[in-house]
């Protein structure tokens, strides 16, 4: 049986995206748009998404190299602003252990003729299935394919 433990860690990333608050809250908000930037590595199989987005809404994602494991993503929205904010409790998977729970701040700000957005997340990683550096590593990653998929 593996040891219990939960390591706490808060994490901030800021981007600036050369797009509209408008268009940034419409990639996180619209399930089609989202799904052309919220994905895993290339090499990944995955779930379609399923994307319920309102106060209450939830999220699902999930996907894993072939062979596994499969990483999943269950969210609920809890606060949305539109064009401004969003605020998520979600949990990560491998495969059906739990590794960890954790609150999503997104905040989307105007900056010149772009966006500033800030994620902070605070999360809980359970028994050393995870480690904060490398969600915050995960994340960087998807807030630079979103930057991406923004300048194309």
């Given at each position: 049986?593996t040891?219990?433990?939960?390591t ?22 619209d ?7 919220f ?9 379609p998404?399923?994307?319920?987005f309102r106060?209450g ?22 606060d ?25 701040t997104?905040?989307i700000?105007?900056k ?14 359970l ?26």
């Amino acid at each position: 049986m593996t040891e219990r433990s939960v390591t706490h860690a808060t994490f901030v990333i800021e981007r600036v995206y050369p797009a509209a608050p408008e268009r940034v809250f419409q990639a996180w908000s619209d399930p089609m748009v989202k799904a052309q930037w919220f994905k895993g590595p290339e090499d990944w199989d995955g779930e379609p998404a399923e994307l319920d987005f309102r106060v209450g809404g939830t999220e699902t994602n999930s996907g894993g190299p072939e062979g596994g494991p499969i990483h999943t993503m269950k969210s609920t929205y809890y606060d949305i602003v539109p064009n401004e904010r969003i605020v998520t409790c979600y949990e990560m998977y491998v495969d059906d252990a739990r590794m960890s729970v954790s609150v999503g701040t997104l905040e989307i700000k105007p900056k010149g003729e772009g966006t500033l957005m800030t994620y902070t997340e605070q999360g809980a990683f359970l028994d050393g299935l995870d480690q904060p550096k490398f969600r915050e590593h995960g994340t960087g990653e998807l807030l630079d394919a979103l930057g991406a998929f923004l300048s194309a």
